[in-house]
Structure formats: C-alpha cells, structure tokens
C-alpha cells in the first residue's frame, strides 16, 4: 500500500455505479446482443428420460430440413472429450466421463443427445422435432440416500455411485461424549434448487481459419477459465483463443466454468467454420446447468450442563448428479470442516460423502459449503430447545469473544484477531429488539398468532488464496489525455466492479472514479474471476497496487516538471499539485501527454509512459462473518409463512461502496429465503423434473420478501485495503435463519421441522402430524 | 424455445372466426390474450397449423348492461373487467376476483373470455363463473347457443366449447337483494395460481335471513366446484348466526382436490376448508355493513 | 421456411418495418429487427418479465406476442423512455440512486413495468409496490433498491406533474 497515497475520498462512499447510465436504457451488450454476419444458431436435444439406452438415432430428415446447416451426435465431437477438465479439478482424480454429448446412453433427463445448428433458432427447433430416436429406458437412480448401495450404476465406467468418501475420525470426541450432559441428534436435510441466473448460459464462438484464432462472446464468471480450457478443447494455444467479455446477467457460481454445451459450440465453430450462437432456454436451465444444496448431515452434538458446546461428530451426504459441473469437488468435505463456525466448539469427528445420480449434476451456488451454517445453526435452536435454554443465550455462551483471537479451529482452521461474531450478535439482537420481540411474541401466542424469529451467525472464508484461485492481476494504464484504463482477470456479473475498482485506483492514484474504465476478459492477465467472494480483496489488492505503482511515477514526474519535492506533492480527482499552494499544480493528463509525447522532458532515467502491472497473492483466507436474525408469521390454517422483519449485522471489513454491500446481502439473503420457502428443483421417483418452468420453480418477488435492515461492524482485515469478501455471505446466513424463524413458530404445536421446503403444504403437514401424536 | 411454424388467420368478425374454425377443425385454434396458450405453443407442448388470432373482432370487446346484469365480451381484458364500474357495482365478485389473476401486465393481455375457455382449475374466473351461474354464450359456424356455467365446466382444461365453437360473451345477472361478496385465495407467490381458493356470494332477505349463497371454489378439484354442503347450511341463517369457520369445514365434503409439486390432496382440503371460511366471514360481514348502511 | 409477413410498427416513435414469419415473437422482431436488444429473454414463457415493453401505452410481455399482432402498433422499449442521450427518465435515475439492479438484466423489464405501474398508481404504498412489481423478477437485488426506486420515482414523478 502507498503511504503518500490520497485520503480515501471515495472508498467508503456509495458512488453512484459507472454500469448504470447503460444498463438502465438497455444500452447493456449481453451475449444474445452478439449478431455476427453468417452466424448460425445451436439447439441441443435433450433426453426425457432419466436413464437410457439409445437403440436408434437417425438425424436424416433434420439434416434435410431447409436452413438447417448441420446436425451432431455425441460420435462426432466426443474425440475432443480428454480435454474437458476444469482447472479446479486434479487430473488424477477420478470423474464421469466429460461427454459434451451424450454417446450411447443418457444419464439424466436434459443430458444432451444431439446439436442442430441451423440459420436461426426456430429452425434448429424445428429440425430437432426431426431427429429420431428411440430409447431402451433404465432403473435409475434418483434417491441419493440410497444411491451408494445400488446395483445400477449412473456411470458403468467408474463401477459405482460413490464418487467421494472422506472419513476423518477424532478420537478426542469419544471423551467428550461420554462426559456430556446432554447428546443432541438430528439429520438436517437441504432440497435441490439451483443458480437461476436472470440471463440464462449462452455463448458465441467464431473461429478464424488460418489465424488459427477463436474469438468468442460468453455469459461468464470467469473469463480466464474459457480461454485456458476453450484452447485446451480446441487444442489451440492460449494467444489464440480471444474471449471478449461483455454484460453478464448474473451467475451465482453457474458460469465459473464451461458447460458440455459451451464446448460444443466451441468445437462446432471451428469444425463448420461459421459462428455459432447458442443461447439456452429457460427450461434448459432449470433441468440442466447445474443444481446444488442437494445434501443432509446429521449432527451429533455433546452439551455441557451450562449449555457449553463440547464436541460435534458429523456425517455429510450430498448428491453430485450425473454430470456435476466443474468436476466432482467435495464441498461437502469443506462443509464439516467449517462446521464449528463462529463457536468454541471442541473436538469434531466427520465423514463426508459425495455420490451419483442420475439427477442434473450439482454446480457451485452461492455458498457453496453453506451446508456447515445451515446445520450447525439449526441445530444449535435445537439444542437450546432440548435443554430449555434462549437460543440467544446459548450463543452468547459460545460465542468467540475478542479475547479468544487468533483462535485454532480444532478442524484446522486459523481464525485471525479481525474476526467480530460476538459484535455481530450482539449489534444484530439490538437491531431486531430482541427482548421486545420475545414479548409480543408471548402475547401474540395468547391470542392465537404464531411468531417466530430465527438467527443465524456464521463465519465465512473468502478469497481464498490457494491454487488458481490464489491471485489476480491488474494492468493499469494513463492513457495520454489523462484517463485511465485498467485491465483485469474478474468477471463482473453484477457485482458492480466496474464501479468498486474504479473507486480504488481513483482513491490510490488520485483521479475521479468516472475517469478510470475497467476492462475485462482480452487483454487482461490470468485470474479465475468472480466468485467465491474474492473480488474485492484479492483483485481490489491488484487494482491497488497497479495504481500506486503508476501513482509513484506520476508524482516523480510532476515533481520534476514543476521542480518541487515529490515529497510536497499532493493528488486527487486528476489534478498534482503541491501541498497547502493549490494554485500549483498540473494536470494528470499534463504528466501523461509527457510521460507518452515529450518524454525528453521527463527525469533522467525515467522510462516512457504511465503504466503498471501488479500481481496480488492472497493469504490462505480472509474470514467475513455476519448475523442474520429475522420474525415470521405462521397462519396455521393455510400454512404460510409471512416474513415480519429481516436484520443483518455484517462485517466485510472496509466497505469499498456501502450501496454495494447492502445489495449483495439483499440478493444473497433474498435467494436463502427463495430456497427455504418457494424453490424446490423436484424429482419424481423416476428421475422426471417437475420444475421445468418459472411456474414451477419459484423465485420469490418482491411481495414475498420484507425490508432488510443492515447493520456493520468494520474490523479491518490484515489485506491492503482492510477489506473482507461479501459476495456470498447472504445466502449463508439467510436459510438457517428463516428454518429458525419456522421452526420457532412452529414450536407451541410440538413440531420438529429437519427438512426444507417449509412450503404451506409442509407447514401444515408438520402441524398435523405433531397434533398426531 | 420458440414456438413451431402455424398459418396465421385474423378475422374481423365473428362470422368469420367460426368460417375458419369450421373450416379447420381440430387444426384451429383460437388466440386471445395469448397469456396461456403462447407459453404451451413457445414450449412446444401443443402445436395448431392455424392460429386464429381474435384480437382484431371489434365485437368480442367490451362490457354492457344487459337486463340489470352485464355481458361481457369474450376477448374483454381481465384489466378492463379490473376497473370497470358497471362490473364493480353489478357483479362485485368479478371484481374483487380479477386483480388476484397474475399481474398487471398479464391482466392487459388476458382476457376474461381466454380464462373461461382454458378452464384452469385452479384459475379465479371459472369459480366466480360457477358460484354467480353465468351463462356463456357461444358461436359456431351453425348459429349461437348457450351454456349455463353448471354445465360448462366439464374436466380439467375441458368446457362445453367445441374446437369449432367460439365463446362470444358472458352474461350475469345483478343480485336485486341486501348481499355481500367476498373472494380470496392462497398462492405461493403473489400471482401465482391459487392452491386453494373461494368466491363466496351473500344474499339476505328484508329480515336479514340468508335466502341465498353462491359458494364457489378454486384449486380443490379436476374443475371450479360449488361447495353446495355450505350452501345449504347457510340458508334459512340469520347472518349473526352462521358460524364461519364451522360452516367453512363443511366445504371439505364437496372437494375433489388433485395433488402436484405445489399442494398435496390433504392439504388443499384443509387450507381450502379455512379459506372458504374466512371468505364466507367476510362476506357475511359484507352484508351485515350494507345492511347496517342500507 | 413458412411464409414471410411484412411487418410495420412505431417503435419509440420511429416507423420500424420488417419480415417475420407469424410465430416470430414480438420480443424477437423487436431484439433482431428493430435494435432494440434491452428486450431482454429471462423465460420465453411470460413470467419472467424482462421483456416487458408498452403497447399503446400499456405494459405487456413481448415474448407473448406475435410480432403480427402487434402490426401497426405503437410500442416503447426501454430505449424510448429517456428523453435524450444525456437525460434519464425518472425511473431510469431512481434505479441507479437506489440500486435497483445489479447485473441489469432484469432492469430494462423493470423500468418499464415500474414506468406503466406509477402511470395508473402515483402514489403507491409500500405493499402495493410490492405487489405491483411482483409480475418481474430480479434475482440479484433481493427487491430492496427496487421498492426504494420505485418509492422515489413516484415522489419525482409527482413532483415533476409527469405521472
Ligand atoms: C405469469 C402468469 C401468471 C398467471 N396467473 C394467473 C392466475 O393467477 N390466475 C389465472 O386465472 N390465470 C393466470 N394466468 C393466465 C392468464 O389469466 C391467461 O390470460 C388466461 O388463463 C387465458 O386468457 P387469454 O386471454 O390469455 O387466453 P389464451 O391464452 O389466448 O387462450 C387460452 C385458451 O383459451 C382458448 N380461447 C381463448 N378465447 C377463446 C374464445 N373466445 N373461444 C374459445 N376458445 C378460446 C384458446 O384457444 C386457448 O386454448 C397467468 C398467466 C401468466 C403468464
Ligand atoms: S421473457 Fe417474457 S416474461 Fe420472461
Ligand atoms: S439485477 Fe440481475 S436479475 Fe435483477
């Protein structure tokens, strides 16, 4: 970090973001913007059944349909396959086989089976309602409780369901279970809901025949990760494979990596020559991008008399689909190891299991590991139930404080000294009121009404600084007039950072935010891009320091030109001048057409120009955390759940743009709300999705979700800028909250609720069958 | 998903739109507001080779007095029913009914005549149809008949239209009586189709006693069903002394609820039982006030 | 391929002609003829409302259309509501004030509904901005900058006499 660098003049103010103006005329250029001259359009079709042999595929009379320009089978680009892997996934480790087609057989419903590419997408439509085919159905395999055990296997090559199995035993748990006052055990299940992007995938690919060059458009989250893997499929080098990054209309981890399809397209522009668009439909989407938080664990948890929290012993199962995209990773292994949160929590004991089904495969969503939240959060209401104690107390008594910092999580986690969970808890019940709430909820009771409040306090590791995640860069250039053009390895999709970086290269190098461009994808140096809540710190580090490098050098040059001390030399909002005698100064774009134009005059043995590259290397994590306590009405004569009020105390260390902040929260919390009460992917028992459509798959509104209240705690992080990632933080808080609120209303009938959607029908049946019994 | 090629037909009159329905059969098909059949034909979950758009037949459009009720004209957009004052003072339900279908932008575009014809069960038009017996009226290429709503709804999606019929207008008489009307439902968003729903009509006579009650329900059964075991529990009742929510469980007798991803079988019959009791509540405090006023 | 159909329509105030077989929908004579690419494609099946635009002034989803039907009409996309490159509408100003979108993919849809909402109901209440702006949906914002914007575009627009 500089230390003669400007006072912050914008970090820390909500500046109004530099996207807006376009994006709110519907001047935005998303991917299906792209029109390129001969562009030609793909349509993929799709199996309707969950598992299943192809006895017969005859694409004759979709190939003679008019404007139809060719028609694939997994036979024809399957050769390209070896080359599939995302760069999060070890080589060595085993993985379904990458079809981009499927070849023989289909796996899950919506496992693509043929590719039309015809004039426009009506056409290729048309011709798919051509091709012919027949299909000797399967058993499959759609519970994934029982998948492990089955004889059918979703992938005959790797002669089992299960794809993963890490068992990490702790002996020192056995102790403290047996001197326990209380075991408390619960399966906590998750349900299948997926990313929901507003803009669905899409790509546009135009090879460039002995350039050797292809030039694609895509919906991304990390533009680097097409380029590194697109040229590895095409088996073209990385100089060759241009990727222009445009608007992006969200993600929420379903655009990190490539789809089957985004390699097809790939491979099928260069193959027929022309560009190809292929832009997946909203029911595509639904059935086969990727779907997540299919997962249980159960929790077995050892409680001191005084309520301390002794020991945990953990067992996590999660369903990774037939395909899971971006490779079979282990989140569940990261969810058991997170488990013991923001709490004293003792020894733990885990197991986590991952297995096949034939189910769309899982992807990355917001959170990826939230699972360790949700069940530990859940279960310590359940706790506070079982020995009568107030969930707030309860945390309170386990709560890490100050004092306990830097704390040594016994899973192997290091938590540093700027960690908050005790403010957070306590800011957050101040905010709700919580005796206050307690009270009317009281009253309410006697008068038939059933409220509940719920909480949830988490700590969440962000930017993670290992393996290609590990860094970011930042190519920062003055152009002559003085405006600034900086090049980086993200992925905005929403995230505003065109507006967040140029805030921190205007406060480092002393320009206004409106002067500094950000550009992304070509041209820009290797990073994995956004997501995992890591822009902010690991690419606003890079951002920093490329602007304090060309800072340095401006204030040299200016000292020079203007003979006074580099030392006296002031800058901000594009203008050098010399501290306390403002009337001398110079202009940024003074020392710029200088630094490019007339570099005679610039000190002895300074290079030409006004450029600076810098590589930021993150440490291992940057720990977040937040609380989230929110109030429901529960109507027991239909069931629904009315959200009252909904607090988050947070602390992302340095906000960069408050405004920012509070609307990554809000989107993150609103999508926990959508997943507890509104969505559900569902299956039926032969692996048919009855969620195809926005009918059936319910992303909340805005008359579902009440206002958010948002209170922050500013611990600095030990990063450059003192911040700490924010992107995902919400919808980690938000379910177990909301499951809390529920179950806390649903407590004076004596339910138990373990399992999410608590959609009305839930509600209800929770109450019937508790009166039941 | 785009919609698969059709021949495209848009006919001024009536007299035409039943030509082309005559004349093609099982292969027509009519186009409304477009609110629920585009979706089926973008998804490809049903096709027609000719679309017969019925956006351009001036005489289907509007709402008129008829004999102290109103008819009104199939293609009338559920927005317009929304603020028309004749459907307000004349056949309150329907207005209480429409803003609860979809959104405003939909409401521009759907029609009421559209809703009727597609027959949703769980849709809010085809249960205040049944409670209120409105009388459709309906064309072909053979002259004009009419269909009281008893006998309109016949399965799930299915009416008493024929793929060469048209449905012209609907008509429904004015309640020349002291009444209350009340309708609400249970979605799981706002604008979804309603999971369970009612429509319930009041009618008292000078002394305050119910001589009649139109009870429709939505989301419980293969069609829009009249829960007639309340019905006829409520009348000869002084409003003061029908038990709502009592008389409310009864409807659970007249239920032929279907379970899908949204609601199970149990739960529409409980939730609808409760809401028909809540409804009937309000309207008999509809009544009470009119009366109180009046 | 089936017949084409000439197509004629003012599209913010411009006279836009164009072919189009009778199933081209009207969001893709508007996104592919017309240059009007802030019609944006959540869902194709009308629920989404990102395609949102007016039709003689009236707030409706353009992938539920046919571009034939709306022949000789007069419709404003997203484009047409500023007056002028430098100037935004309202709507447009109270989005970016109180951030109300994020990706902005849901916006164009949004501003436009927002727009025709305020036109029939000046001076809504928080529920029923809720509901009146629950046929979009925006799955980045959570609706916090949306309510917010919407409340202040009703205040402006009251204001400025343009509602
Ligand atoms: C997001 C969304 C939410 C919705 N929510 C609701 C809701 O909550 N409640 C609800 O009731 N509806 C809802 N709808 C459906 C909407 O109300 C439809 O408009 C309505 O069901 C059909 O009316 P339409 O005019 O659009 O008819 P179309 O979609 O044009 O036609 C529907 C069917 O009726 C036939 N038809 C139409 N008119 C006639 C006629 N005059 N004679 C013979 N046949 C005819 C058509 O051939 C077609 O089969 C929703 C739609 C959407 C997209
Ligand atoms: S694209 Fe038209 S409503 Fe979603
Ligand atoms: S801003 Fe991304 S969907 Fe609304």
């Given at each position: 970090?500089?230390?003669?660098?400007?006072?912050?003049?914008?970090?820390?103010?909500?500046?109004?973001?530099?996207?807006d103006?376009?994006?709110?005329?519907?001047?935005?250029?998303?991917?299906d913007?792209?029109?390129?001259?001969?562009?030609?359009h793909?349509?993929f079709?799709?199996s309707?059944?969950?598992?299943?042999?192809?006895?017969?595929?005859?694409?004759?009379a979709?190939e003679a349909?008019?404007?139809v320009?060719?028609?694939?089978?997994?036979?024809?680009?399957?050769?390209?396959?070896?080359?599939?892997?995302a760069?999060?996934?070890?080589?060595?480790?085993p993985?379904?086989?990458?079809?981009?087609?499927?070849?023989?057989?289909?796996?899950?419903?919506?496992?693509?089976?043929?590719?039309?590419?015809?004039?426009?997408?009506?056409?290729?439509?048309d011709?798919?309602?051509?091709?012919?085919?027949?299909f000797?159905?399967?058993d499959?395999?759609?519970?994934?409780?029982?998948?492990?055990?089955?004889?059918?296997?979703?992938?005959?090559?790797?002669?089992?369901?299960?794809?993963?199995?890490?068992?990490?035993?702790?002996?020192?748990?056995?102790?403290?279970?047996?001197?326990?006052?209380?075991?408390?055990?619960?399966?906590?299940?998750?349900?299948?809901?997926?990313n929901v992007?507003m803009?669905?995938?899409?790509?546009?690919?135009?090879?460039?025949?002995?350039?050797?060059?292809?030039?694609?458009?895509a919906?991304?989250?990390?533009?680097?990760?097409?380029?590194?893997?697109?040229?590895?499929?095409?088996g073209i080098?990385?100089?060759k494979?241009?990727?222009?990054?445009?608007?992006?209309?969200?993600?929420?981890?379903?655009?990190?990596?490539?789809?089957?399809?985004?390699?097809?397209v790939l491979?099928?522009?260069?193959?027929?020559?022309?560009?190809?668009?292929?832009?997946?439909?909203?029911?595509?989407?639904?059935?086969?991008?990727?779907?997540?938080?299919?997962?249980?664990m159960?929790?077995?948890?050892?409680?001191?008399?005084?309520?301390s929290?002794?020991?945990?012993?953990?067992?996590?199962?999660?369903?990774?689909?037939?395909?899971?995209?971006?490779?079979p990773?282990?989140?569940?292994?990261?969810?058991?190891?997170?488990?013991?949160?923001p709490?004293?929590?003792?020894?733990?004991?885990?197991?986590?299991?991952?297995?096949?089904?034939?189910?769309c495969?899982?992807?990355?969503?917001?959170?990826?590991?939230?699972?360790?939240?949700?069940?530990?959060?859940?279960?310590?209401d359940?706790?506070?139930?079982?020995?009568?104690?107030?969930?707030?107390?309860?945390?309170?008594?386990?709560?890490?404080?100050?004092?306990?910092?830097?704390?040594?999580?016994?899973?192997?986690?290091?938590?540093?000294?700027?960690?908050?969970?005790?403010?957070t808890?306590?800011?957050?019940?101040?905010?709700?009121?919580?005796?206050?709430?307690?009270?009317?909820?009281?009253?309410?009771?006697?008068?038939?009404?059933?409220?509940?409040?719920?909480?949830?306090?988490?700590?969440?590791?962000?930017?993670?600084?290992?393996?290609?995640?590990?860094?970011?860069?930042?190519?920062?250039?003055?152009?002559?007039d003085?405006?600034?053009n900086v090049?980086?390895?993200?992925?905005?999709?929403?995230?505003?950072?065109?507006?967040?970086?140029?805030?921190?290269?205007?406060?480092?190098?002393?320009?206004?935010?409106?002067?500094v461009?950000l550009?992304?994808?070509?041209?820009?140096?290797?990073?994995?891009?956004?997501?995992?809540?890591?822009?902010a710190?690991?690419?606003?580090?890079?951002?920093?320091?490329?602007?304090?490098?060309?800072?340095?050098?401006?204030?040299?040059?200016a000292?020079?030109?203007?003979?006074?001390?580099?030392?006296?030399?002031?800058?901000g909002?594009?203008?050098?001048?010399?501290?306390?005698?403002?009337?001398?100064?110079?202009?940024?774009?003074?020392?710029?057409?200088?630094?490019?134009?007339?570099?005679?005059?610039?000190?002895?043995?300074?290079?030409?120009?006004?450029?600076?590259?810098?590589?930021?290397?993150?440490?291992?994590?940057?720990?977040?955390?937040?609380?989230?306590?929110?109030?429901?009405?529960?109507?027991?004569?239909?069931?629904?759940?009315?959200?009252?009020?909904?607090?988050?105390?947070?602390?992302?260390?340095?906000?960069?743009n408050?405004?920012?902040?509070?609307?990554q929260?809000?989107?993150?919390?609103?999508?926990?709300?959508?997943?507890?009460?509104?969505?559900?992917?569902?299956?039926?028992?032969s692996?048919?999705?009855?969620?195809?459509?926005?009918?059936?798959?319910?992303?909340?509104?805005?008359?579902?979700?009440?206002?958010?209240?948002?209170?922050?705690?500013v611990?600095?992080?030990?990063?450059?800028?003192?911040?700490?990632?924010t992107?995902?933080?919400?919808?980690?808080?938000?379910?177990?909250?909301?499951?809390?609120?529920?179950?806390?209303?649903?407590?004076?009938?004596?339910?138990?609720?373990?399992?999410?959607?608590?959609?009305?029908?839930?509600?209800l049946?929770?109450?019937?069958?508790?009166?039941?019994? | 998903?785009?919609?698969?090629?059709?021949?495209?037909?848009?006919?001024?009159?009536?007299?035409?739109?039943?030509?082309?329905?005559?004349?093609?059969?099982?292969?027509?098909?009519?186009?409304?507001?477009?609110?629920?059949l585009?979706?089926?034909?973008?998804?490809?979950?049903?096709?027609?080779e000719?679309i017969?758009?019925l956006?351009?037949v001036?005489?289907l459009?509007?709402?008129?007095l008829?004999?102290?009720?109103?008819?009104?004209?199939?293609?009338?957009?559920?927005?317009?029913?929304?603020?028309?004052?004749?459907?307000?003072?004349?056949?309150?339900?329907?207005?209480?009914?429409?803003?609860?279908i979809g959104?405003?932008?939909?409401?521009?575009?759907?029609?009421?005549?559209?809703?009727?014809?597609?027959?949703?069960?769980a849709?809010e038009?085809?249960?205040?149809?049944l409670?209120?017996?409105?009388?459709a009226?309906?064309?072909?290429?053979?002259?004009?008949?009419e269909a009281?709503?008893?006998?309109?709804?016949?399965?799930?999606?299915?009416?008493?239209?024929?793929?060469?019929?048209?449905?012209?207008?609907?008509?429904?008489?004015?309640?020349?009586?002291?009444?209350?009307?009340?309708?609400?439902?249970?979605?799981?968003?706002?604008?979804?189709?309603?999971?369970?729903?009612?429509?319930?009509?009041?009618?008292t006579?000078?002394?305050?006693?119910?001589?009649?009650a139109?009870?429709?329900?939505?989301?419980?059964?293969?069609?829009?069903?009249?829960?007639?075991?309340?019905?006829?529990?409520?009348?000869?009742?002084?409003t003061?002394?029908?038990?709502p929510?009592?008389?409310?469980?009864?409807a659970?007798?007249?239920?032929?609820p279907?379970?899908?991803?949204?609601?199970?079988?149990?739960?529409?019959?409980?939730?609808?039982?409760?809401?028909?009791?809540?409804?009937?509540?309000?309207?008999?405090?509809?009544?009470?006030?009119?009366?109180?006023?009046? | 391929m089936?017949?084409?159909?000439?197509?004629?329509?003012?599209?913010?105030?411009?006279?836009?002609?164009?072919?189009?077989?009778?199933?081209?929908?009207?969001?893709?004579?508007?996104?592919?003829?017309a240059?009007?690419?802030?019609?944006?494609?959540?869902?194709e099946?009308?629920?989404?409302?990102?395609?949102?635009?007016?039709?003689?002034?009236?707030?409706?989803?353009?992938?539920?259309?046919?571009a034939?039907?709306?022949?000789?009409?007069g419709?404003?996309?997203?484009?047409?509501?500023?007056?002028?490159d430098?100037?935004?509408?309202p709507?447009?100003?109270?989005?970016?004030?109180?951030?109300?979108?994020?990706c902005?993919?849901?916006?164009?849809g949004?501003?436009?509904?927002?727009?025709?909402?305020?036109?029939?109901n000046?001076d809504p209440?928080?529920?029923?901005?809720?509901?009146?702006?629950?046929?979009?949906?925006?799955?980045?914002t959570?609706?916090?900058?949306?309510?917010a914007?919407?409340?202040q575009?009703?205040?402006?627009?009251?204001?400025?006499?343009?509602s």
């Amino acid at each position: 970090m500089s230390q003669t660098a400007a006072a912050a003049r914008y970090v820390g103010q909500s500046v109004k973001r530099l996207e807006d103006p376009r994006l709110v005329t519907g001047h935005g250029r998303y991917v299906d913007d792209i029109v390129l001259p001969g562009m030609l359009h793909a349509a993929f079709g799709r199996s309707d059944l969950a598992r299943a042999t192809i006895t017969r595929l005859d694409t004759s009379a979709a190939e003679a349909l008019d404007g139809v320009h060719a028609v694939y089978t997994g036979a024809d680009l399957n050769s390209y396959n070896d080359s599939l892997r995302a760069s999060l996934h070890p080589p060595e480790s085993p993985a379904p086989p990458a079809n981009m087609l499927a070849d023989g057989d289909v796996r899950f419903v919506g496992d693509p089976y043929v590719m039309v590419v015809a004039q426009s997408r009506y056409i290729a439509e048309d011709a798919l309602d051509l091709v012919e085919v027949e299909f000797e159905p399967l058993d499959p395999v759609v519970d994934y409780e029982t998948a492990a055990e089955s004889d059918h296997h979703v992938h005959p090559e790797l002669g089992g369901n299960l794809a993963h199995d890490l068992p990490v035993p702790n002996p020192a748990t056995d102790e403290a279970f047996a001197n326990a006052a209380y075991t408390i055990t619960e399966t906590w299940h998750q349900h299948r809901q997926t990313n929901v992007p507003m803009e669905t995938r899409g790509i546009v690919a135009s090879w460039q025949p002995h350039a050797g060059v292809m030039e694609v458009w895509a919906s991304t989250q990390s533009p680097h990760e097409l380029q590194l893997v697109g040229a590895r499929v095409l088996g073209i080098g990385e100089h060759k494979m241009v990727v222009h990054f445009g608007d992006v209309g969200g993600g929420f981890g379903q655009k990190m990596f490539l789809g089957r399809e985004d390699m097809a397209v790939l491979v099928v522009a260069k193959l027929l020559g022309s560009p190809v668009k292929w832009i997946e439909d909203r029911r595509e989407n639904l059935l086969a991008s990727n779907h997540a938080r299919i997962e249980q664990m159960t929790v077995k948890m050892a409680v001191g008399e005084d309520g301390s929290f002794l020991a945990a012993d953990l067992d996590q199962l999660e369903d990774d689909g037939a395909y899971p995209l971006g490779g079979p990773a282990t989140p569940g292994a990261m969810a058991t190891m997170l488990y013991p949160g923001p709490y004293r929590m003792g020894p733990v004991s885990w197991r986590a299991r991952t297995v096949y089904t034939n189910t769309c495969g899982r992807g990355a969503y917001r959170g990826p590991w939230q699972m360790e939240s949700v069940a530990r959060e859940q279960m310590i209401d359940r706790v506070a139930r079982e020995i009568g104690m107030d969930p707030l107390e309860l945390r309170r008594r386990n709560v890490l404080t100050p004092d306990d910092l830097p704390y040594q999580v016994s899973t192997g986690l290091l938590y540093e000294t700027t960690i908050s969970p005790k403010q957070t808890l306590e800011q957050a019940a101040e905010m709700i009121g919580y005796d206050e709430f307690r009270a009317e909820q009281a009253q309410a009771r006697e008068e038939g009404r059933y409220l509940g409040l719920g909480m949830a306090l988490y700590i969440e590791p962000t930017s993670m600084g290992m393996g290609p995640l590990g860094t970011e860069s930042a190519m920062l250039r003055v152009e002559v007039d003085g405006h600034v053009n900086v090049f980086m390895g993200t992925g905005s999709h929403g995230q505003s950072l065109e507006t967040t970086m140029a805030q921190l290269v205007a406060d480092e190098l002393g320009v206004r935010p409106e002067d500094v461009t950000l550009h992304q994808g070509h041209g820009s140096g290797y990073g994995f891009g956004t997501g995992g809540s890591r822009s902010a710190v690991i690419a606003g580090s890079a951002a920093r320091a490329a602007a304090s490098g060309v800072r340095e050098k401006v204030v040299a040059i200016a000292a020079h030109l203007m003979e006074a001390s580099a030392d006296d030399l002031e800058v901000g909002d594009g203008v050098i001048s010399v501290k306390g005698t403002p009337a001398a100064s110079m202009t940024m774009a003074q020392v710029a057409a200088t630094a490019y134009q007339n570099s005679d005059a610039l000190p002895p043995g300074t290079e030409a120009g006004l450029e600076h590259t810098a590589r930021y290397k993150a440490p291992p994590t940057t720990h977040s955390n937040a609380c989230h306590i929110c109030t429901c009405e529960l109507d027991p004569g239909t069931g629904k759940i009315t959200l009252l009020r909904y607090v988050v105390s947070e602390d992302c260390g340095v906000l960069i743009n408050p405004m920012v902040v509070d609307g990554q929260i809000a989107g993150g919390v609103v999508q926990g709300i959508g997943g507890v009460l509104y969505e559900h992917a569902v299956y039926d028992a032969s692996g048919n999705p009855l969620a195809s459509t926005f009918l059936d798959y319910l992303v909340p509104t805005a008359a579902e979700v009440p206002e958010l209240e948002c209170g922050h705690v500013v611990v600095p992080s030990d990063t450059p800028g003192g911040h700490k990632g924010t992107g995902e933080g919400g919808a980690i808080g938000a379910p177990p909250a909301v499951f809390n609120a529920v179950a806390d209303a649903l407590a004076p009938f004596g339910a138990y609720p373990n399992r999410q959607p608590l959609d009305p029908n839930a509600v209800l049946s929770l109450i019937a069958s508790a009166s039941d019994e | 998903m785009k919609p698969a090629p059709f021949e495209y037909h848009a006919p001024e009159t009536v007299a035409d739109v039943v030509g082309l329905l005559a004349e093609h059969g099982d292969d027509a098909k009519p186009l409304a507001g477009g609110q629920s059949l585009v979706p089926l034909l973008a998804m490809r979950l049903t096709r027609f080779e000719h679309i017969v758009d019925l956006n351009r037949v001036d005489e289907l459009f509007g709402v008129s007095l008829d004999n102290g009720g109103i008819s009104i004209g199939a293609m009338t957009r559920q927005a317009a029913v929304e603020t028309d004052t004749a459907v307000a003072d004349r056949v309150p339900l329907l207005h209480l009914a429409t803003p609860h279908i979809g959104h405003f932008q939909i409401r521009n575009r759907g029609t009421i005549g559209g809703s009727i014809a597609h027959a949703d069960p769980a849709s809010e038009y085809p249960a205040v149809m049944l409670a209120l017996d409105g009388v459709a009226e309906i064309a072909s290429a053979s002259g004009f008949r009419e269909a009281p709503a008893a006998e309109f709804f016949e399965s799930t999606f299915m009416t008493a239209v024929a793929p060469d019929e048209l449905l012209v207008a609907l008509r429904f008489s004015a309640w020349d009586q002291p009444a209350g009307f009340a309708f609400d439902e249970i979605a799981r968003r706002s604008g979804d189709f309603a999971l369970a729903g009612a429509a319930v009509g009041i009618g008292t006579d000078a002394a305050g006693r119910i001589n009649r009650a139109a009870v429709g329900m939505l989301g419980v059964g293969p069609t829009p069903l009249r829960a007639s075991s309340v019905e006829a529990a409520l009348m000869g009742l002084a409003t003061s002394d029908a038990d709502p929510a009592e008389i409310g469980r009864l409807a659970a007798e007249d239920m032929d609820p279907i379970g899908d991803v949204h609601a199970s079988v149990e739960y529409r019959r409980r939730a609808g039982s409760t809401l028909v009791g809540r409804v009937l509540a309000n309207a008999l405090a509809q009544v009470n006030t009119e009366a109180g006023n009046g | 391929m089936a017949d084409q159909i000439p197509l004629s329509m003012t599209v913010n105030g411009q006279t836009r002609r164009g072919l189009g077989e009778a199933r081209l929908t009207l969001a893709d004579f508007l996104r592919e003829q017309a240059h009007c690419t802030g019609v944006h494609l959540g869902c194709e099946h009308g629920v989404c409302g990102s395609c949102t635009v007016l039709m003689d002034g009236e707030a409706v989803r353009s992938c539920l259309l046919f571009a034939v039907q709306a022949d000789g009409a007069g419709i404003t996309t997203v484009e047409g509501l500023a007056p002028d490159d430098e100037t935004l509408h309202p709507v447009q100003e109270a989005f970016r004030d109180c951030h109300g979108l994020q990706c902005g993919f849901c916006t164009p849809g949004f501003v436009v509904s927002v727009a025709a909402f305020l036109e029939a109901n000046p001076d809504p209440s928080d529920e029923e901005i809720r509901h009146g702006i629950s046929g979009n949906l925006c799955r980045c914002t959570g609706y916090q900058g949306i309510v917010a914007a919407t409340r202040q575009a009703a205040a402006v627009m009251k204001g400025s006499g343009q509602s």
